[in-house]
């Protein structure tokens, strides 16, 4: 039995793990935050644990995290149908809660920075259909894993195969037919990982950091 297998747990996420995940993706994905925000960030984990309160509290067995004797390694956000995240979103004001807090200035970073940010590393904005012009149709429901990362300071254990597997295993169970991600290119880690798990790299898309690969894996036919 490996490494991870024996020291690592996955399960779901509760609420005072967010804080600790909210850490895990600035250390992840440091470079999209300054990028987005700039160097004053310090109001974007706070804004992030209101983004991942709601996402739990919608999919608490899509949002998993890698937890070994309390110490949280890495998270997945898995989520089985994006249209409805947003109906929840929004028909539980939490959208609104969040751009007043913005506005206010209660998260010290503007609105717009903020909403790019999580708009390119948590697929939030309508990523279902955000596959680009030279996508293939898909037939039947997709899924979306909207953000997967791991603690640098565990990589190389394990988590992230972990992780994955766990949030591919749970969208097999719902009405899901098709699961879909998005990855730099120059990330030769993680899609390797997910090319081992089947994904297949179907199109690619473009924000202002530069390009993505979408790939896509089949979870089961109709």
């Known amino acids: 039995m490996s490494y991870y297998q024996t020291s690592w747990k996955i399960r779901p996420s509760q609420a005072n ?15 999209s935050v300054l990028h987005y925000v700039g160097g004053s960030s310090a109001g974007i984990q706070e804004a992030l644990q209101d983004i991942f309160t709601v996402l739990s509290q919608h999919q608490p067995q899509g949002f998993l995290v890698a937890d070994a004797k ?9 989520i089985p149908n994006m249209q409805r995240l947003w109906w929840y979103v929004l028909s539980q004001g939490h959208l609104w809660q969040w751009t007043k807090r913005w506005l206010q200035g209660d998260y010290g970073v503007g609105l ?10 948590l697929g939030f904005a309508l990523s279902q259909f955000r596959l680009g012009k030279k996508a293939p149709k898909i037939k039947g429901h997709t899924a979306q894993i909207l953000s997967i990362a791991v603690d640098p300071s565990y990589r190389g254990q ?15 169970t719902t009405e899901a037919t098709f699961v879909k991600l998005e990855v730099r290119p120059s990330n030769t880690a993680a899609r390797k990982l997910y090319g081992s798990f089947g994904f297949q790299a179907i199109s690619t898309s473009e924000d202002s950091q530069g390009q ?4 896509v894996k089949t979870l089961h036919s109709k």
């Open 70 to 78: 309390g110490t949280i390694g890495g998270y997945v956000i898995a």
């Open 17 to 31: 793990d967010l804080t600790r995940v909210s850490q895990i993706f600035l250390q992840g994905f440091a470079e």
């Open 112 to 121: 717009v920075q903020v909403l790019a940010l999580i708009r390119n590393k």
């Open 158 to 172: 394990g988590i992230g195969h972990a992780l994955l597997g766990e949030a591919i295993s749970y969208l097999a």
């Open 212 to 215: 993505w690969i979408v790939m």
